[in-house]
């Protein structure tokens, strides 16, 4: 059992200097989250992922702002000493400032989650700017970006050319000085997630990275070998808890047809006096 305290805002920044690593990985429900609060995992992000993950969809698109403040919501109440993100969903801040500010202010009003993340580079430095001038703390994403991933030409590594390996850089620069607090970095060359590190002074949280970015994160049910639809290339697993869970599965199955379960032990023993009825 950890014996962790929840992360502040100051410490995203303290870590960079210190050159202290950390982790993160997702969460959708109260019983995850508080496994991943009894972990030293500092933290949870309820991301739009939740699309497929748990709601078996094929992206992300269609995700809504109700479906994240569903699952937001118990994963706060599951991990209280983890620090929090709320992914904004797709259509939530691509029609103006303030309907961006409006749902950001939703997910943190609604679920009490310590920040919201938001997708895109310079396009979206309006929107940052607006949501942390209101006051709620803003974690950046880019790279590869799943909701819009289509047009970054589908799921693939990003940044692997000059120019593309430039601009998420300014990417980079242009969030820190908008007043994002940390970035995501998604699927791009280790050396490229190495200079987009050293271009700012926020924190640099890779998935699909490399290993010279600040924090390393996963997808929860892919690193503990849960979620069978795919296996992206980066993902390490670190268990096979699915494996696990249908041989336990089966072996319940075959103990209620043998009548091995439940035995004494798992019954209720009371002898009681029953009237004669029938
Ligand atoms: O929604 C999500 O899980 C994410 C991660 C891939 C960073 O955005």
Known sequence: MSNKTKMTISDFKKFKQEGKKFSYVTAYDYTMASIINDSDVEIILVGDSLGMIMLGYKG????????MIHHIRPV?????NTWIVGDMPFGSYNVSDEEAVRNANRIIKETNCDCIKLEGGVEMLSRIQAIVRAGINVMGHIGLTPQTASSL???KV???TPESAKKLIEDAIALEKAGCFSI????????????VTEAVSIP????????????????TQDMLGMYGDFKPK????YAQIRKTMVEALNEFHRETLEGEFPSPEFSFNKEVDIPKLY
């Not at 992300?60 to 479906?67: I, Q």
């Not at 706060?76 to 209280?80: R, T």
């Not at 995501?184 to 060359?189: D, H, N, S, Y």
């Open 60 to 67: 992300t698109e269609s995700v809504t702002m109700d479906d």
């Open 76 to 80: 706060v109440k599951g991990a209280p």
């Open 153 to 155: 030409g589908g799921f």
């Open 158 to 160: 990003q940044g692997g």
């Open 184 to 195: 995501v970095l998604e699927c791009v060359p280790s050396m490229v997630a190495k200079a």
């Open 204 to 219: 640099i949280l890779g998935i699909g990275a490399g290993p010279h970015v600040d924090c390393q994160v996963l997808v």
């Open 234 to 237: 980066f993902v390490k697993q």
